[in-house]
């Protein structure tokens, strides 16, 4: 069973930065993409970024040029680092890791999630 663990989320003011981090644990052959997605209350959970394995990213339209993802394969964890952040901002944050586990077998895992708060 691989595990993510996210940190990082709290509380910040219009303007400011978080960057949130999340650690994949577990018997892990290999990660391909990895993700992170966000939900409020009464809405479906939307995808915000994702990181292939070999560095490729990709960003929903309103967070363009405000979040960076990153990621470590040798560590098996990944950031998305927040800039010039909004009230829309405002979420709960969960990480996704889809690889290939013990076993051979594909795995697609969820964090716990996090909340940011962007509020002043």
């Known amino acids: 069973q691989v595990r993510l663990v996210e940190s990082g989320g709290g509380l910040v003011q219009p303007g400011g930065s978080l960057r949130l981090s999340c650690a994949a644990s577990?018997?892990?052959?290999?990660?391909?993409?990895m993700a992170w997605y966000r939900q409020t209350p009464g809405k479906q959970r939307e995808l915000v970024a994702t990181?292939?394995?070999?560095?490729?990213?990709n960003y929903t339209d309103s967070v363009k040029g405000r979040f960076t993802i990153s990621r470590d394969n040798a560590k098996n964890t990944v950031w998305l680092q927040m800039d010039s952040l909004k009230p829309e901002d405002t979420a709960v944050y969960y990480c996704?890791?889809?690889?290939?586990?013990?076993?051979?077998?594909?795995?697609?895992?969820w964090g716990q999630g996090t909340q940011v708060t962007v509020s002043s």
């Open positions: 577990g018997i892990i052959a290999t990660i391909y993409t």
């Open positions: 990181i292939t394995r070999g560095g490729n990213t």
């Open positions: 996704n890791a889809d690889g290939i586990g013990g076993t051979l077998r594909r795995f697609s895992s």
